[in-house]
């Protein structure tokens, strides 16, 4: 499903110019080995360098990145003091990930059988997470996004160990509101949610005991 969605994506960049170019300015840079790994591995990894990715899934770590740029997305990083070990290896995983930052609870499935996630990251107490302001600050080294805080209420989102494609993290942001990236070689959670989710299920009004 998150690889159609993907395709879609393509499609859509392609028929505006402005938005191609930016698509093969990243591809370029991708080849140029231009670019931040930690940050394009907490929205998409594979087993591929991404240099050889294939356009739809450039095209998906492009939307990903836009909207974290313009403050669409928050994003945090979470210690985790320890970089996964084969995705087989659950039990070593599971081992490390009690190492996370003590306001986070990891879970990871065990047994996953063809689940959309290898498991789920919650968090009991409000959690403070970077949002682009989607204005721009003009420095020396170029034009860097200004931040700014946000606080974000108990909850939680699926959790994502290894390679995962970037279209699986564009999926579980519109579909689950947000998804936490351990990607191999790092040892980090990159947190991400999708605001506008976030901000309607906080409008809901609560339910009323029975």
């Known amino acids: 499903m998150h690889e159609e969605i ?68 928050a994003r945090v990083e979470i210690s985790v003091n320890a970089m996964p070990g084969p995705d087989a290896d659950r039990v070593g995983n599971a081992a490390k990930l009690r190492g996370t930052h003590p306001l986070f609870c990891p879970e990871l499935d065990m047994e996953q059988n063809g689940a959309d996630c290898d498991g789920w990251l919650s968090w ?48 579980h942001l519109h579909m689950e509101g947000g998804v936490a990236r351990w990607p191999y070689h790092s040892d980090r959670i990159g947190l991400l949610i999708n605001v506008e989710h976030m901000q309607a299920r906080a409008r809901r009004p609560a339910r009323k005991a029975a």
């Not at 879609?8 to 698509?23: C, Y």
């Not at 970077?130 to 606080?151: A, F």
Request: hydrophobic residues 40%; glycine residues 8%.
């Open 124 to 171: 009991k107490t409000d959690i403070s997470m970077n949002r682009s302001s989607s204005l721009g600050l003009i420095t020396d080294c170029g034009t860097s996004p200004v931040n700014m805080g946000l606080l974000v209420e108990p909850g939680g989102v699926p959790l994502e160990v290894g390679t995962s494609k970037p279209s699986r993290t564009y999926m």
């Open 6 to 73: 993907a395709e879609s994506m393509l499609d859509e960049i392609l028929t505006h110019p402005g938005a191609a170019a930016v698509l093969a300015d990243w591809r370029n840079r991708f080849k140029a080995r231009d670019f931040d790994e930690q940050y394009v591995a907490q929205i998409g990894q594979t087993q591929h360098d991404p240099a050889y990715w294939p356009l739809e899934q450039v095209a998906a770590f492009l939307k990903v990145h836009t909207g974290l740029m313009a403050g669409l997305y």
